[in-house]
């Protein structure tokens, strides 16, 4: 069983990971019938009715159908919910949608950078100060502060989502905290692009504090741009 389903999160996780990141990575293509309770129940190693709750957990994401003596049929992608976070973490090696979660965040992050600007509290501003000043203080002790890096640089997106004073942006920041997480650790592993980005990210900063809303906007579409060179580099495509 650990071996099929890994040693992290509760058992029924374990399930709901496994047969999801298999749904959306093409294992289990559109339309096609997963194996019934029993074959999965012996290859997992869990209970028929562990399988079966992970199984109505996927269809609440949109992922299945499953129906009584009729079995369980992966449904077309135009069903699932994509907005879920668990969905979007399933999707984390699929360069596409890491492509268009970057283009998401360009439609969003800079309008609320520019909000941020004209409304962030003088916590939300230490709160980012303070994210700013662990990524310059990482910065410094790469690559072995890889982690801590990007940890702090994800802390200040999120939290200039959060200042942005629109509750709709910030549920959305929680719901492409995976996108954001992936961009950053792929920036961070570029020759010289911490270099180039701490900067902006203290331009970001500055604007925010000081009430400029149009420079807060740009930083942020820079920023954001840097990162989507870097995936692109990281995981090269073929132009549809």
């Keep these: 069983m650990s071996g099929a389903l890994g040693k992290h999160r509760t058992m029924h996780g374990q399930v709901v990971e496994w047969l999801g990141s298999r749904i959306v ?41 499953p129906r009584p003596r009729i079995g369980t049929r992966v449904l077309p992608r135009s069903a699932w919910n994509l907005m879920d976070r668990e969905v979007i973490g399933w999707h984390s ?46 910065a410094a002790r790469l690559p072995e502060a890889a982690e801590e890096f990007v940890a702090a640089d994800l802390t200040f997106h999120l939290t200039l989502l959060r200042a942005s004073g629109n509750q709709l942006v910030e549920q959305l920041g929680r719901l492409l905290e995976i996108g954001l ?23 970001v900063l500055d604007a925010v504090r000081r009430g400029r809303p149009e420079a807060a906007a740009r930083t942020s579409r820079l920023l954001i741009d840097t990162t989507a060179t870097a995936m692109a580099t990281r995981h090269p495509q073929k132009e549809s």
């Design 181 to 203: 997480l992936h961009g950053l650790e792929a920036t961070s592993e570029l020759p010289g692009s911490i270099e180039r980005t701490l900067p902006m990210h203290r331009a």
């Design 25 to 65: 990575t093409g294992v289990y293509p559109e339309n096609s019938q997963l194996p019934n309770e029993s074959e999965l129940s012996a290859q997992l190693g869990v209970s028929r009715g562990g399988v079966r709750e992970a199984v109505k957990a996927l269809a609440a994401k949109g992922l299945v159908d």
């Design 93 to 138: 090696t699929d360069s596409a949608f890491v492509r268009d979660l970057l283009e998401l965040r360009l439609m969003v992050e800079p309008g609320a950078a520019r909000l941020a600007a004209q409304r962030a509290d003088p916590a939300q501003i230490a709160a980012m100060t303070q994210a700013y000043e662990a990524m310059a203080e990482a």
